[in-house]
T-cell receptor, first 112, second 114 residues
């Protein structure tokens, strides 16, 4: 069964550094998403991406964040200058249409 | 304003019993409703989707939707210890100009005791 994959599984970075989180969505899916979950809190929407452009973003997704689909398979989330409060699990998700979303295993980001 | 509310639990049931999980949402125009299961330290796993009023059954799982009451529930029949997880209710507030995002509740932690 096709799955969303994410790399790395754990990323440790220093405050102020740039990080890029990578995702390979399910191959015939058209919609791509990033969510995050701070430890012990609810899953929060960051951004959705369709037809090579951002279709929606949350208040969390400020100028420090960007997304890109550099080729036909990868979908990336970049955080330009990480803050301590960016420490969280980051989940990529994809959907064939804008309905059922399937999540990847996540990247645990630790900012020190 | 909180948009998706769930009882945080923990909910504890004996093996073989029915577990009932509840969720309410505030956006009356919401169109799509989902239940995800999240094991500790893992990602959300989609287990049920429901789009119209009534019941939808899939194996041991039944999702129920009542749009007038803005209420979604998940029943797990013949609960097994492997069902022990946090169950997340997620709502797509499609009424907001075609939004695709999911809004999640905090989740209900279910423990099934052998």
């Amino acid at each position: 069964e096709p799955e969303v994959t994410q790399t790395p599984s754990h990323q440790v970075t220093q405050m102020g550094q740039e990080v890029i989180l990578r995702c390979v969505p399910i191959s015939n899916h058209l919609y791509f998403y990033w969510y995050r979950q701070i430890l012990g809190q609810k899953v929060e929407f960051l951004v959705s991406f369709y037809n090579n452009e951002i279709s929606e973003k949350s208040e969390i997704f400020d100028d420090q964040f960007s997304v890109e689909r550099p080729d036909g398979s990868n979908f990336t989330l970049k955080i330009r200058s990480t803050k301590l409060e960016d420490s969280a699990m980051y989940f990529c998700a994809s959907s064939r249409y804008s309905y059922e979303q399937y999540f990847g295993p996540g990247t645990r980001l630790t900012v020190t | 304003q909180k948009e998706v509310e769930q009882n945080s639990g923990p909910l504890s049931v004996p093996e073989g019993a029915i577990a009932s999980l509840n969720c309410t949402y505030s956006d009356r125009g919401s169109q799509s409703f989902f239940w995800y299961r999240q094991y500790s330290g893992k990602s959300p796993e989609l287990i049920m989707s429901i789009y119209s009023n009534g019941d939808k059954e899939d194996g041991r799982f039944t999702a129920q939707l009542n749009k007038a009451s803005q209420y979604v529930s998940l029943l797990i029949r013949d609960s097994q210890p492997s069902d022990s997880a946090t169950y997340l209710c997620a709502v797509n507030p499609k009424s907001r100009g075609g939004s695709e995002k999911l809004v999640f509740g905090k989740g209900t932690k279910l423990t099934v005791n052998p």
